[in-house]
């Protein structure tokens, strides 16, 4: 039992590692898709708030 508690030690460190990347890089993309359509509808007070 004490052998295999490394690895799934590792394991868990790469999945969590993994999802923090997935969701960082799908706030990115989400925060460019509404970003440009919130200019198209709102007028560009609110692009430029996401954007600094």
Do not use: Y
Not at 7 to 28: G, V
């Amino acid at each position: 039992m004490h052998k295999a508690q490394p690895f799934f030690s590792l394991l868990f460190f790469l999945i969590s590692a993994i999802s923090a990347f997935l969701l960082f890089a799908a706030m990115r993309f989400l925060d460019d898709f509404l970003s440009e359509r919130f200019e198209r509808g709102f007028g560009s007070s609110v692009g430029k708030k996401n954007r600094a």
